[in-house]
């Protein structure tokens, strides 16, 4: 397991198999080649590669084409991959270059990213939910405080996540916890594609803090509300709100006080 398992997960649901056409190709110039793909959502598909120049293994995150054909989103991708690369800390994910390249005839914004070997968090989740109910308290609290820890850097430079759930959280062989996936949500939410402009929330619906659910402007508390979610799934074996339609769970966030989590563990 690695990379983006709950990606692939869904992918696989959706019996969608196009977006690894691109196992084998090439990118910047012959030094990276894509080898596996290890998950695919709405917005981009992640392989595991080979670069050849310094002889290791990296994660590729390639944004599917109907994005990377406007101009604007793709520079505002590669303003959201430097920023990501100056936040060197242990529990976040490295980012190592980033580009454009032909594939399939289509212009492909690439993110190359550190490889982690290991297992997203709600892999991690949903098994200690079958052995235990929830995660072990101290195991939660871990995992959770390494999670702030990353984001109190990249808060101090300004970035804010935007996106914080188990499937964004990973935890290598030896235990270290890595956040991944800065600056995605950010780059589609400035407005700069069609997408947005039609008022789309950028955000997974079960952890989105209230304001990301009205639309509004969000800074690090909104990843902070985020976090308390996720803890909250960790230490109770559900989620606070839970519902039929994004919409309606995103409409509890903003109106519904959650259960108390002694009622439920």
Request: aromatic content about 6%.
């Amino acid at each position: 397991m690695s990379q983006d398992d709950d990606a692939r997960d869904r992918d696989t649901a959706n019996g969608d198999e196009t977006r690894d056409r691109y196992t084998g190709k090439t990118v910047a110039g012959g030094r990276y080649r894509l080898e596996e793909l290890l998950g695919a959502g709405g917005m981009a598909s992640v392989h595991l590669a080979y670069d050849s120049a310094l002889d290791r293994r990296v994660a590729i995150k390639t944004l599917h084409t109907d994005l990377g054909r406007e101009p604007a989103f793709r520079e505002r991708f590669r303003r959201e991959a430097q920023a990501v690369a100056k936040l060197a800390h242990p529990h976040i994910v490295s980012v190592f270059d980033t580009g454009e390249d032909q594939l399939d005839g289509a212009t492909t914004p690439y993110i190359v990213m550190e490889y982690i070997e290991g297992d997203a968090l709600g892999t991690l989740f949903e098994r200690a939910v079958r052995a235990h109910g929830a995660m072990p308290a101290q195991r939660a609290l871990k995992i959770t405080g390494d999670v702030l820890a990353a984001l109190e850097l990249s808060h101090e430079m300004g970035l804010v996540h935007r996106d914080i759930k188990p499937g964004n959280v990973m935890v290598n062989r030896r235990g270290v916890v890595k956040v991944m996936d800065f600056g995605i949500a950010r780059a589609i939410q400035s407005g700069v594609t069609s997408m947005t402009q039609t008022g789309m929330v950028v955000g997974t619906p079960q952890y989105l803090s209230p304001e990301q659910a009205l639309g509004r402007p969000v800074d690090a508390r909104s990843d902070i509300y985020s976090v308390g979610v996720m803890l909250f799934q960790l230490l109770t074996g559900r989620l606070p709100f839970d519902a039929d339609s994004p919409f309606a769970i995103a409409y509890a966030h903003v109106q519904e006080p959650p259960p108390v989590p002694s009622t439920l563990n």
